[in-house]
């Protein structure tokens, strides 16, 4: 089985095209959806999918909370998980079609440890394009997956790895750093789909600077960026 494990803060707006498209997946998995104190309609969103699935035999939804930050969500949220595989899914991001079945059927091969997928901006802009281009040729040569491509792994490694560390920013950078010491992650395509309207809002090379710096920021140690870097953008 399959825990897909999604974190949330305000995602009232992508996140019910996640829900639907992820509910549409063949297979057998749980999602467990950790909230990290949305002030919107974000748990009316989870509690409209849990009345969908509660007669569910293939796959079921519940809500928990826990601090806000990425890898305080997602560390509780695999603490709940029963599945083989833990799935890290955004709330503004789409698995293509068969993922969560190409999971299942993976999961008796031991060889494979852990993985992600290839990664594309929604929309046609070349630039979204580019960057994602860029994104997956770093990701084939160094197998450092991001957050925002799916990354799944047996829950028993997760757990000797202790799980992401607890750091504000490139949590899943970190972990990949400690897990290719370990294995060599397996990419798969179609790629995921992410929501390309954060860095449409924010200004899309913008945005792209702003990812180089903040990884320059971690890799090298520079000064503290300001609070105001790092503001989300919904």
């Known amino acids: 089985m399959v825990s897909v494990v999604i974190p949330t803060y305000n995602e009232e707006r992508a996140l019910p095209k996640t829900l639907k498209a992820l509910f549409a997946q063949a297979g057998i998995f749980e999602s467990i959806l950790v909230d990290g104190g949305s002030t919107d309609r974000t748990p009316a969103v989870v509690a409209n999918h849990i009345s969908l699935t509660q007669h569910s035999v293939l796959s079921t939804i519940q809500l928990i909370t826990a601090p806000k930050g ?4 997602m560390n509780a949220g695999a603490k709940e998980a029963n599945g083989e595989w833990l799935l890290f899914l955004h709330a503004d991001t789409i698995l293509p079609d068969g993922a969560i079945q190409r999971l299942n059927d993976m999961e008796t ?5 852990a993985g992600g997928f290839m990664h594309q901006f929604s929309g046609d802009d070349w630039r979204l394009k580019f960057i994602s281009f860029l994104d997956n040729f770093r990701c084939t040569r160094s197998r450092i997956i991001y957050g925002d491509q799916a990354l799944f792994v047996r829950r028993t490694l997760f757990e000797q790895l202790g799980g992401f560390p607890n750091q504000p920013i490139l949590e899943d950078v970190a972990f990949c750093e400690r897990l290719v010491m370990v294995t060599t992650p397996l990419l798969l395509s179609p790629p995921v789909v992410t929501d390309a309207r954060k860095f449409i809002k924010m200004g899309i090379w913008r945005s ?3 990812v180089l710096l903040i990884i320059l920021h971690v ?9 105001t870097f790092f503001q989300d953008v919904r």
């Open 109 to 113: 091969d031991q060889s494979i440890q």
């Open 219 to 227: 890799e090298y140690r520079l000064p503290i960026l300001p609070r």
């Open 70 to 73: 990425r890898a305080s969500q």
């Open 208 to 210: 792209f600077v702003r």
